[in-house]
């Protein structure tokens, strides 16, 4: 145990990054062991080798990797390990917290997480982890006069450390399986390697997704029929809290009375919004970078809009790209400081087109956490009492739920709005489909928000909301069981009377 006598006189590097090694182990790996805990037998002979092995091996590789860090450069090292504590600090708060992984997914939801949505995670706790898992290790590391050993000890210190990890992993190798099989939340759990080599993972498949997307084949418009489509893009919206749904609380009071309106079973392609959004737009899960529905459409001669009051869109080459700063300034009333702003002049922009086929696309930030009674005017707020609080697990699930309830009530209003100034467009046949982006927990198994590796996301993080209102004379909804967001992309061609190559029947919704 060091005090402050540690800090003022020299310590041997091998000291130094084992007291570091234990003090990372012991902060910050709460969460990593609880889920093997969760997730072996623990009472087994095999479970107990295991837990021994991975506290070792914790152990002694951050030990070697920081003892690398510190060979290099004592700077370099000290440089290192203080934004390590820091990070980690801030990590861990949110691991606990809101129940995260950080594998690549999540590090994209974060690097694509606009100032004005993460600082409304700010709290006490954040601080309380900040100061004294982050900042207060730090002045330690940065005190600390560290003895550099010769180069020769460095060898031998080296190839002693990669025998012994050598010799720990192949004597596992007969729970290789059980490892190889949880590799991706263990990974996302163990600090600081989480985001540092998932931050890595992410830009360098960013780099791959960003070449020059593939262009599809060309299309072409077969009438001369005015047609509209507003595709709106929810964002956490979860369909069990939809009363369309069989949702016990009225949440839909105003879409259940229109007439035309469908509601269907869907599921979202990820549970973050990035890879959400993209799957709206995309005509295929195939992973590579395809033109997306509306740089499409627009390329073929179709009057496309998009409209946003949220982020993480893939890249849009349109014309008019409409966001919160373009927006705002024609917009009038207490709707224009939440999703209400997207259906300013909306009705009006509509008429104002040359084209004949429209496609509006209104990317909403309604439903999303942690504040959500935030996310609805006053007069919205129709269940009570809701949580105010950042920290989620501080609020009773009732006033949790509530809370969520109250987007969604304010999502049926917009989505109402919506098709009430379609119905006016009389010389448009007109169709809205509402496909959220992904799910959302709201304390079910101790998870909050979203962002979980699809492959271990319960549903209600991808279970979604997929809507469609027909205008009357319009093309009717198929009765079909369940769809994906990738029937956006068909159905849009569809009811525009747009003929591709890349069209695919069973991906259509409309009769």
């Given amino acids: 145990m060091f005090t402050l006598k540690t800090l003022k006189s020299n310590i041997k590097i091998t000291h130094f990054v084992a007291i ?3 003090l990372n182990f012991l902060f910050f790996h709460f969460p990593f062991f609880k889920f093997v805990f969760n997730n072996l037998d623990y009472q087994s002979f095999s479970g107990i080798t295991i837990i021994i092995s991975l506290i070792i091996l914790m152990l002694v590789l951050n030990a070697f990797m920081f003892y690398l860090f510190f060979s290099i450069s004592s700077y370099f090292g000290k440089f290192l390990l203080t934004l390590f504590f820091i990070i980690n600090s801030i990590s861990v708060y949110f691991v606990n917290t809101y129940g995260v992984i950080l594998d690549e997914s999540m590090i994209g939801n974060v690097l694509n997480t606009k100032f004005e949505e993460s600082s409304s995670f700010v709290s006490v706790k954040l601080f309380v982890y900040l100061i004294f898992f982050g900042i207060v290790p730090s002045i330690f590391i940065i005190k ?22 050598l010799t720990i992993i192949f004597a596992n190798a007969s729970n290789w399986l059980w490892i190889d099989k949880n590799s991706k ?6 600090m600081p390697w989480s985001y540092s080599v998932n931050i890595s993972l992410f830009y360098a498949h960013q780099y791959q997704k960003n070449q020059k997307e593939i262009i599809l084949p060309n299309a072409t418009i077969k009438d001369n029929q005015k047609s509209v489509v507003v595709l709106v893009i929810g964002e956490s919206a979860r369909s069990q809290n939809f009363s369309l749904y069989g949702y016990d609380k009225n949440t839909n009071p105003l879409l259940s009375k229109i007439p035309n309106v469908v509601h269907l079973n869907a599921t979202s392609c990820a549970t973050y919004t990035t890879a959400g959004v993209k799957g709206i737009v995309s005509h295929s899960d ?10 499409y459409l627009f390329r073929n001669n179709v009057e496309v809009v998009w409209r946003t009051n949220n982020w993480g869109e893939p890249p849009v080459h349109i014309k008019d790209f409409q966001d919160r700063a373009f927006l ?11 999703d209400e702003l997207l259906l ?18 209104l990317h909403a930030s309604t439903s999303h956490g942690p504040t959500y009674s935030k996310k609805y005017p006053p007069q919205f707020e129709t269940f009570k009492p809701v949580c105010n609080s950042v920290e989620l697990g501080k609020c009773s699930q009732k006033e949790l739920i509530n809370a969520y309830d109250n987007t969604i009530v304010y999502t049926d209003y917009i989505l109402s709005k919506i098709i009430t100034d379609l119905k006016e467009l009389k010389d448009y046949k007109s169709s809205m489909i ?24 319960p549903k209600e993080q991808y279970e979604i909301p997929f809507i469609v209102w027909t205008s009357e004379g319009s093309k009717k909804v198929k009765s079909v069981k ?4 990738y029937h956006v992309f068909h159905s849009v061609l569809n009811f525009l009377n747009i003929e591709s190559p890349i069209y695919d029947e069973n991906k259509n919704l409309f009769q």
């Fill in 434 to 457: 509402f496909v959220s982006d992904h799910g959302e927990s709201l304390g079910e198994k101790n998870l909050y928000m979203h962002g979980l590796p699809l492959s271990i996301a």
């Fill in 144 to 165: 600390a006069k560290i003895i550099a050993v010769p180069w020769k000890n460095f060898l031998k210190t080296i190839s002693l450390t990669l025998l012994f990890l």
């Fill in 286 to 295: 195939s992973g590579d970078l395809y033109e997306i529905l509306p740089n």
């Fill in 482 to 485: 369940s769809v994906t967001q």
């Fill in 344 to 361: 300013t002049g909306l009705k009006e922009q509509i008429q104002s087109s040359k084209k004949n086929k429209v496609l509006i696309v």
């Fill in 20 to 22: 570091l090694s234990v």
């Fill in 328 to 338: 705002a300034p024609n917009c009038e009333g207490e709707g224009c400081n939440y």
């Fill in 185 to 190: 939340t263990l990974g996302g759990l163990a």
